[in-house]
């Protein structure tokens, strides 16, 4: 999962949305926090990194690491790494790029790794701002370049599904052509998708794709996607063409979007503003949300099981309950309640970048330095139920 790395939310009382709207939405009241089996507040023993982590992606019983480092568990690592199991660095995966990596993915048949962000080379090898590289070695694929250019391109976001790589960023031309901030590419070659095209007038920041792969959801700095108005800077297409759907959910008027996630079974989407509110869609509704919770920063990464909404990003706690909770908490997925899950996550103010649910763990990557007393910089995994 990508995102900017440094935004400051403006802040807007809560009734300027409500009288926007028009519609009930529940907002989170004062009080104590709902119990819920959420996985462990204490971090797992693992590896740590030496600067900052900012995407994760599952690659079979691994866990791979984007970010801005040189090292993780004290072995040499240039922005990418693949976790074990154990917790430790696999020490058969090198994938050192010469520049930041925001996005990370796993190819559906497991056996390539997709690195996102700004960059030109991986292992030495030209490449720009995305890769392909094999995921066991971490070898840059010869055959495979969909080089992303522009003024100053990044890549934020990379989501796959089947066949297709979703690229989502900063940049003005993918492949050769001129698509852009928006785009489809072959999973095996690299080649762009001609016939996905999506439009996208402005930055997009996060891609995520429905579990069927007909509709491609993505949030940002646009204001129109497929062809039509999306003045809340979030809304999906149909992966067949990139013309959009009908689905337009309601954002306050002048907020960017931070990020977005989509429910395992693709019923419920999610996004953050930068207004600092944090709000859930059915997606077969009419883009009204179902609930809505603030908290007093960005929320820049959201994980969701199917009864738990994990969140991380720069701030303290939630704002409407008072409820302190330092860059990282989870809300109840049917009403956005905060729950009891307490890391006490602490460090640099920037917070939590990513996080990934991947069978019993929770992990999380950012610039944090704590959870409590015990230091884990960067990087942690949580384990516990609920799984996606």
């Not at 790794?113 to 094999?134: K, S, Y």
């Not at 303290?316 to 909770?325: P, V």
């Amino acid at each position: 999962m990508g995102g900017i790395r440094s935004i400051v939310g403006v802040r807007r009382p809560i009734i300027r949305f409500l009288v926007a709207t028009t519609t009930a939405v529940t907002l989170v009241a004062a009080g104590t926090p709902a119990a819920q089996a959420s996985v462990a507040p204490a971090p797992d023993n693992t590896g740590v990194v030496s600067g900052a982590g900012y995407a994760l992606a599952a690659a079979g019983d691994r866990t791979i690491l984007g970010g801005s480092f040189t090292r993780f568990g004290g072995k040499l690592r240039s922005n990418v790494a693949a976790i074990l199991p154990s917790g430790a660095v696999d020490p058969g995966f090198v994938a050192d790029t010469n520049g930041r990596v925001e996005a990370v993915a796993t190819s559906s048949d497991g056996s390539t790794v997709f690195l996102g962000g700004t960059f030109t080379t991986v292992n030495g090898v030209p490449r720009a701002n995305v890769a392909a590289v094999n995921a066991t070695t971490g070898a840059v694929l010869a055959d495979w370049s969909a080089d992303t250019g522009g003024a100053y391109p990044t890549v934020f976001s990379l989501a796959v599904h089947g066949s297709r790589l979703y690229v989502g960023g900063k940049y003005n031309g993918i492949d050769g052509t001129g698509r852009s901030k928006l785009a489809a590419v072959d999973a095996t070659t690299g080649n762009l998708v001609a016939a996905f095209n999506p439009r996208a007038a402005g930055t997009v920041r996060e891609v995520v794709v429905s579990p069927d792969g007909s509709i491609v959801y993505a949030g940002g700095g646009f204001t129109k996607l497929g062809g039509v108005s999306r003045s809340g800077n979030a809304g999906s297409v149909f992966a067949d063409t990139g013309n959009a759907t009908a689905f337009n959910p309601v954002v306050e008027s002048g907020s960017g979007v931070v990020t977005v996630a989509l429910s395992q079974d693709g019923s419920r989407f999610f996004l953050a503003t930068q207004n600092n509110f944090v709000r859930a869609y059915d997606v077969a509704g009419n883009g009204n949300p179902v609930w809505s919770v603030k908290t007093s920063g960005n929320t820049q990464a959201i994980a969701p099981s199917s009864t738990e909404v994990y969140m991380g990003g720069h701030w303290t706690g939630f704002q409407e309950s008072g409820i302190k909770r330092p860059f990282l908490g989870s809300v109840r997925y049917a009403d956005g309640v905060p729950t009891d899950w307490d890391p006490q996550c602490l460090g640099d103010k920037m917070g939590v970048w990513g996080l990934l649910i991947q069978g019993d763990k929770l992990h999380a990557a950012g610039v944090f330095r704590y959870f409590g007393s015990d230091p884990q910089r960067g990087y942690a995994r949580f384990t516990g139920a609920p799984t996606p």
